[in-house]
């Protein structure tokens, strides 16, 4: 029996599909989740990332018409109607699936919590607990995939793909997301605070403020994970030209 959401998904899919058709046919890749550093075989790094925002990302873009790719992190929730999904696990799968893909896409947006560091060395078998009172553990740095697709975008001297990132911060948003904006060297940069109330990891709304190269940041309302998606699209389609 086909879960109830999904019937919801694609219903909602159809009507809305009727409505607004403006990223017909475009490419986008999109990136979904948490990535999981593996410590051992039966541990992991990895953060409280639901793949909701994603998800969203992916299911709004496919019901406007656009050709979506997502490449979503170990989460536990059902493909959007119409997309192409490819599942990774680690920071170095996902850097992997979506360098693949990225000359293909006229965007890529990258709502993935990906894992800045990952363990240096992983154990062939369980780690086993010692006499000692503390454990350290040594971490080394995972690709940045973001900054490595914009630094990919100006080897070849173009302007394709758009490049929308993400920046979860916890207190100081403005400056921190204008800072990241700058590093990551992206076009359109989607900032949120998830220490406040309505934008946490794993629920279903999102309070976003979108910083563009030049422009002041434009903060909107609490709105669905949907809706907050939606005008995210909306920037990508204007941004394309569409
Ligand atoms: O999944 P949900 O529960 O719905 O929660 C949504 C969300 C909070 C995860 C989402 O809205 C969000 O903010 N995603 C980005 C989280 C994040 O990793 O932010 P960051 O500030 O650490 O990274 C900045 C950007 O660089 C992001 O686009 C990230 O995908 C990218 N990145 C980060 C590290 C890395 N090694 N490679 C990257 O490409």
């Known amino acids: 029996m086909i879960e109830a959401s999904v019937i919801v998904d694609a219903a909602s899919n159809i009507l809305d599909a009727a409505a607004k058709r403006d990223l017909d046919g475009v490419a986008l890749l999109v990136t979904a989740g948490p990535t999981h550093e593996e410590l051992d075989p039966v541990r992991y790094l990895g953060n409280r990332s639901s793949g909701k925002m994603g998800f969203a990302l992916a299911r709004r873009a496919a019901a406007r018409g656009a050709r979506v790719t997502l490449i979503a992190g170990p989460v536990s929730l059902p493909t959007p109607p119409g997309v192409t999904r490819v599942d990774v696990t680690s920071a170095r799968e996902m850097h992997e699936a979506v360098t693949a893909r990225d000359t293909e896409a006229r965007a890529v947006i990258m709502a993935a919590a990906v894992a800045d560091y990952r363990p240096s060395v992983r154990a062939?078998?369980?780690?086993?607990?010692?006499?000692?009172?503390?454990?350290?553990?040594?971490?080394?740095l995972s690709p940045d995939i973001l900054a490595d697709l914009a630094a990919r975008r100006r080897a070849r001297g173009g302007s394709t793909p758009l490049l929308v990132g993400f920046a979860a911060e916890t207190g100081g948003l403005d400056e921190k997301a204008q800072a990241k904006l700058g590093r990551k060297g992206c076009d359109l940069l989607v900032g949120n605070d998830v220490s406040e109330p309505g934008s946490a990891f794993g629920g279903d709304t999102n309070r976003i403020t979108l910083y563009a190269p030049g422009a002041p940041p434009d903060p909107l309302p609490l709105l669905t994970k949907d809706e907050a998606a939606d005008r995210v699209l909306d920037r990508v389609a204007a941004l394309l030209g569409r």
């Open 124 to 140: 062939a078998e369980k780690m086993k607990k010692g006499e000692e009172q503390s454990l350290a553990i040594t971490l080394e």
